[in-house]
């Protein structure tokens, strides 16, 4: 069992919630000063792209999270005491063709919906690619963007998400905590402010989606490979003056930001398909179990991992 994980640590259980609570509490202390600034987030932010070109931007956002990726992994390694293995998943080692598999499929659905969308409203969409910045752009993205979510995945669903379930000895309380944080971390995007609170219906959606499939499979790799894909297509392929990242991508989006269906359609018809998807290709089994049932406890834990190390 993937929170079970966490019993592989060799640190106190308090350790699993330094990282995550000092990064929340940073993002509450940075949406409170962008509420109350007397500058315009949005006009700072343009005058910096003027200044230094939206790739730069791009990097220096990019870079605390990276940053924070390799603090995660320290953390849990040199302070908590657990192997990256552990980690990330139940099986004995990482699973990559997994992460490879989610994140073609969301890879392939972002850029067909994508597609379909400029192909009925191609009003909305100007062709935006310049090689000369795009090639600089799709490095920078393609190194960094798998660090930035992985460390959110490692941080959300993997300590945080290890930590409650060891100290509640359930699964549904850390599958509804870590799902609703992840979805509220995104209060400072300026979608938000552009499309109001409804967009949350979709972070938080969104975290549901990752929170189930990391419980179903046991693991992070589905999680890890969705969401390297989510930021990587999103970043490449369109970019919007309102949105989080403004980048050379290959259109770009001119419509006028509406809170509509777009918002609703993944969250309540794409992602339940793609669960659908990773049970029949994975034999996902014991539902009820594996997202509602308790936790076991360590002593269970490691007697069972000791029997079926020695039956290896």
């Known amino acids: 069992m993937f929170i079970e994980q966490g019993y592989r640590g060799t640190g106190g ?7 995550p609570l000092a990064f929340v509490g940073f993002l509450i202390f940075n949406y409170i000063l962008t509420v109350n600034s ?25 870079l605390p999270l990276v940053v924070g990726f390799f603090l995660v992994l320290g953390w849990g390694l040199l302070i908590i005491g657990q192997s990256i293995a552990a980690m990330t998943t139940s099986r004995s080692k990482i699973d990559f063709k997994r992460i490879l598999f989610a994140f073609g499929l969301w890879a392939l659905i972002t850029m067909a919906m994508t597609g379909l969308d400029i192909f009925l409203n191609p009003q909305d969409f100007l062709w935006n690619l310049d090689l000369s910045k795009f090639i600089p752009l799709a490095i920078l993205a393609i190194v960094m963007v798998p660090l930035q979510t992985s460390f959110e995945e490692y ?6 998400m290890q930590g409650l379930g060891l100290l509640a000895k359930n699964r549904w309380l850390p599958l509804v905590v870590t799902s609703v944080v992840f979805g509220l971390m995104h209060l400072g995007n ?8 409804g967009i949350l219906f979709y972070y938080i959606g969104t975290g549901f989606f990752l929170g189930v499939i990391t419980l179903m499979d046991q693991g992070l790799e589905l999680a890890l490979g ?27 989006d001119i419509s006028q930001p509406v809170l509509g269906w777009d918002v609703l359609i993944p969250v309540l018809v794409i992602y339940p398909l793609m669960i659908l998807i990773f049970s029949k290709k994975y034999g996902w ?22 029997a079926a190390t020695h039956m290896a």
């Open 226 to 252: 969705f969401h390297a894909a989510n930021n990587l297509v999103t970043a490449l392929l369109v970019t919007a003056d309102w949105t989080a990242f403004h980048t050379h991508s290959i259109y770009k």
């Open 190 to 197: 300026p979608e938000v402010g552009k499309l109001g609170y």
């Open 285 to 306: 089994k014991q539902w009820r179990e594996r997202l509602f049932g308790p936790v076991m406890n360590k002593e269970v834990f490691m007697a069972q991992n000791d």
């Open 155 to 160: 941080l959300f669903r993997g300590q945080l």
């Open 13 to 19: 259980l308090w350790r699993f919630f330094v990282l």
């Open 38 to 62: 007397p500058v315009d987030i949005g006009e700072a932010m343009q005058q910096l792209i003027d200044q230094l070109g939206s790739n730069v931007v791009f990097a220096i956002m990019l």
